[in-house]
């Protein structure tokens, strides 16, 4: 028993150094073995790369084609290396990644955000632009109904009832968007905080069922609840904010009933966790959902969940659409410390949400 215990306390030891620097550096930073295998990570960096990253190479959740070697060349060759890394999550993030031998068998990583220097201004007069866009066609629409109604179209009941609907409608995508804008806010300011109620998987989808099933018959489509072999009886809880989780999956339903094809079926399947390499993860509980219309293109997909972000704007904003949809979904599930995947093959398009099982 003695060696074990010993190694343990030098674990310990180990993790506990670590800590202690993560906290001093106050960035996020990731403690790892020779093989790049995650050995401790502070709060800051699984808030970045997800919470599920400790025990495995740190390369199957951080893509740089020069990772390897750069541990490599920190570890073997005491050498300080430094590498520029950009994720595409909802904004583009630009990090400096530094690498530095901790002891024998470690190499720390610190993950530098440099977003903030970099193009924060960038993003936020992007986004301005957007919403001043996105703003200004139903406005533009409504002043033109306002000036015919004026100029004598309110006279004649026809096409006073037509106009009035069209106003009625470009008026709720206002509202909308600006509701929309409000959730993303309220969500971003909320991220840093990770939320902790136990959340009934099951009767929350068979409320979103319940509330969405005469949308999806207009379009002449079904909505399945769909539970894996492996789960069937088991507690379907998940550690999180309800009415968030409730929306998020609201969103991908709605998104399923508008985009995809007439005449299928959308499937809310609920499975046990994976990791990206497929290994499952009893702790965690994925939720797919899934419908079958066209294949989303891989340049379209990698960049669904930026705001505004739409494939046909003409179509989406036919619908009602906002483009803000998917980009709440991302915040949410951030906050949520989960992982969000969406892939699209052969006619079907799935999103999938892994979160943590409350236990
Ligand atoms: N299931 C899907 N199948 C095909 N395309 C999809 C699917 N889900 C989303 N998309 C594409 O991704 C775009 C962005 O989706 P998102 O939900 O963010 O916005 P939206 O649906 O256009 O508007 P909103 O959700 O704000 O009302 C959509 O415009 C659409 O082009
Ligand atoms: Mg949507």
Known sequence: MKPRRGTVTKMNDLT???????????????????????????????????SHIIGFPLDRFLRHPDFAEAVRAAHQED??????????????????????????????????DGTMGLSVDRI???????????????????????ETLQDGAVEEPDSRAHFLSIMEDEATRMQRLIDDLLSLSRVEAEEHRTPDEAVAL????????????????????????????????????VQGARDELRQVF?????????????????VLRIGVGRLAGGQMREDLLRVQVVNQGDTIAPEHLARLTERFYRIDKGRSRQMGGTGLGLAIVKHIVNRHRGRLRITSEGGETTVSVTLQRFN
């Open 79 to 112: 050498r300080l290396t430094t590498l520029d890394y950009t994720r595409m999550d909802q904004v583009r993030r630009a990090f400096s990644l530094r690498l530095a031998r901790f002891d024998d068998a470690h190499v720390i990583l610190l993950l530098l």
């Open 16 to 50: 506990q150094r670590f800590e202690t620097m993560a906290a001093l550096i106050d960035e996020a930073s990731v403690l790892l073995d020779a093989q790049s295998k995650v050995v401790a990570a502070n709060a800051k960096a699984l808030d970045l790369l997800g």
């Open 250 to 266: 609201e969103n991908l339903v709605e998104n399923a009933i508008r985009y995809g094809r007439p005449g299928s079926e959308i």
């Open 124 to 146: 936020r007069s992007d986004f301005v632009a957007n919403v001043s866009h996105e703003l200004r066609s139903p406005l533009t629409a409504l002043l033109g109904f306002i």
């Open 202 to 237: 099951q009767p929350l989808f068979e409320e979103l069922v319940s509330v969405m099933k005469r949308a999806a018959e207009k379009s002449n489509k079904t909505i399945a609840i769909d539970i894996v072999p492996e789960l069937k009886g088991a507690e379907l809880q």
